[in-house]
């Protein structure tokens, strides 16, 4: 293809959230996601999403495709396409522009360009000087208060200091809390579904890994309140499910 021409494709890179949906009820939706996000309308700063409705069950025959999209995009989430739909849903949430993909879509690498030909060698400038490697671990080592949130983007985090009531931390790996957890804990924040949760003091009012999350509403229960717990996904029949069970220090 000539470099001129109006029309040039090229393969990108994108970071698309897999967003696993079990209903199309907006009541519903309006719920889980102000459980898990507190209403917060930059929590997923503007990335995009597949919505997944693989595991949905009883889905109805139509579906408000606008008020799904205006929904996630409250919380900073834009819905770009569907998978597992019906055929006549799927149909229906093309037409509102949200085409249906496969699976391998979400994992599929750019297709390679045809070769160009090779310009005259040029002697390159110098490279700059590589930049800063990311943290793998961040740590927090003062108290968040209620109302404070505190992300770790692309890595742990560990904090030795109390998250109260109120409070919420963000990883998109694993958590550590050395200190009395009262408020939210969200690891795998990026969609690790390995990612952990781990505290010396359980006292939480909500806890997530990739998603999935379970509140306290009636209190934590007897046998793990201030005590080390640990939370991670467990396969349940086919299913993940969110296993909160006591941590052995000793």
Request: glycine residues 8%; negative net charge; charged residues 20%.
């Amino acid at each position: 293809m000539a470099k001129d021409s109006p029309i040039q494709f090229k393969g990108t890179s994108l970071k698309i959230i897999q967003t696993q949906l079990r209903t199309t009820d907006l009541a519903t939706l309006h719920s889980a996601l102000a459980e898990l996000t507190g209403n917060s309308p930059d929590f997923f700063e503007d990335e995009l999403a597949v919505l997944d409705f693989s595991n949905a069950e009883d889905l109805p025959d139509s579906v408000d495709w606008a008020q799904i999209r205006d929904l996630l995009r409250n919380s900073g989430l834009s819905a770009v396409a569907t998978r597992g739909l019906p055929e006549a849903l799927a149909a229906a949430a093309a037409a509102a522009g949200l085409p249906p993909v496969g699976a391998d879509a979400l994992s599929r690498a750019p297709r390679a360009k045809a070769a160009e030909p090779t310009p005259p060698a040029v002697e390159p400038p110098p490279p700059p000087p590589a930049p800063e490697p990311a943290p793998r671990t961040v740590i927090l080592d003062k108290p968040l208060r209620s109302g404070q949130r505190f992300y770790a983007r692309g890595s742990d985090l560990i904090v030795t200091a109390m998250i109260s009531a109120g409070a919420e931390v963000i990883a998109d790996g694993n958590i550590h809390v050395y200190a009395p957890l009262r408020g939210r804990a969200l690891a795998g924040a990026g969609g690790d579904k390995t990612a952990r949760i781990f505290t010396t003091s359980m006292e939480a009012e909500l806890v997530s890994v990739a998603g999935i999350y379970r509140t306290f509403e009636g209190g934590v229960p007897s046998e793990l309140t201030r005590q080390p717990t640990t939370v991670s996904l467990l396969e349940d029949g086919g299913e993940l499910r969110l296993n909160v069970a006591a941590l052995a220090l000793r």
